[in-house]
């Protein structure tokens, strides 16, 4: 048998900063907070919140539009689309947080960042559709099994639509 006696393990210390370039984040380095990329990550970062403020403004006016319309014209599909509008909200309300939150200083703690919370973002959002795809299926169920569907107004479906036509048009040109 060996009888080595072993060293306390040597710590390596090494000037980070002055390596590769990298910034110290709060006394540790931080390998994806580059100040050339931060600036213009920034820049790209306020840009899309901007437009994303703008939907979501749009989205809002029309989704109210959507409920007082459908509620007057007695359409469920009116108020599916008001669904779907909420949820484009709700999409573009967590993506403004997740654009805002990526735009955190990178820690030790979180060495990349922030920028998994728009993953988180998008789940969220998913989980936001499934709930109301369900609530919009039950409702459809029961009026095809109580029969309280009611008379529809077409003229008044059709002039909420057409507004919403509009309104999507100008998102799509909107946020490219």
Known sequence: MDNHTSSPPHEVTMDISSASGSKMCR???????????????????SASMRK?????????????????GGIKANSLAILTDAAHLLSDVAAFAISLFSLWAAGWEATPRQSYGFFRIEILGALVSIQLIWLLAGILVYEAI???????GGEVQGSLMFAVSAFGLFVNIVMAVLLG
């Open 27 to 45: 006394g540790a380095s931080c390998d994806f907070a580059d100040s050339t990329n931060t600036s213009k990550d920034a820049k790209e970062r």
């Open 52 to 68: 994303l403020l703008i939907a979501v403004i749009l989205c809002v006016i029309f989704m109210a539009v959507e409920v007082v």
């Open 142 to 148: 029961m009026r095809l099994v109580n029969g309280s």
